[in-house]
């Protein structure tokens, strides 16, 4: 039996398996390394989408499927599997939620791309700066599987980081409208804050710990150990065996840290946490 058969180990993907800086620590990446060659099985738990993540599927040595759009769907064998679709008219919600929110950014996540409608000059360079991949979305047109839509606060920067600024005055909007959503919508979807300005939606039911503990349960895995460091995060932490937020998360103050998400938050679940869990030297 290797050392770390028993154990699952989910973690979010942005500010958590990342620094600030969108970028992943050299030191998590050889921590998983060691992690997976001696038996453990890692995913990422993320709300990113294919499109977000495309281009790191192969860069993060996971071995078991990526859990994308906070748990609407799996990555595995390089298709989407598992998909669990938003039962609402698309077109009908998107405007309406425009219509009541204009100075936000609408994002429609597709099972193939990224739809934005009537986006900001801002926001299309923050999607240049990020890498990503989208299209106009025209109201009437059919984009597949309706998984996620998505909200962002106008952009002041063109980073991801962002969206984590925020004053009193964008968290008292941002609360207005999760209550929108929920009045209007709230029998059939999930709302969740990616983000201090980022609002996720996905169909009822859906979240990264119903993802976590199904992925747990499929493999029959004993422990199932979680990182994360957002509200959208907190699922995927309660349901978890054992949960670590990085010392610099937005909800740090309720689980168990470790060191800063810069300086391999990841590392240290895999070199220390994890090792006291199981009452073993690594």
Known sequence: MALFDDVLLAVDYDRTLTGPDSKIPQRNLDAIAYFVENGGSFTVNTGRSTTTMRDLFYKIPANVPFLLYNGSAAWQDGKLVDLRTIDLPLWETILAAKAAFPEMNWEIQGADNHYLYEPSAEFTQLYAKMKWSWAPAIPGEDYGPFLKFAAYGPVRKPVLADMFDYTEEDDARFNELDAFIRKNWGDKVEVFRAAPRIIDVHAKGVSKGVAAVGLKQRLGKKYLVCVGDAE????????????????????????????????????????????????IQP
């Open 232 to 279: 959208n995060d907190i699922t995927m932490l309660d349901m978890a065996d054992f949960a670590f937020c990085p010392a610099d998360a937005v909800v740090a103050e309720r689980y168990n840290t470790v060191c800063n998400c810069a300086d391999g938050a990841i590392a240290d679940v895999i070199y220390k946490k994890i090792p006291e869990i199981l009452g």
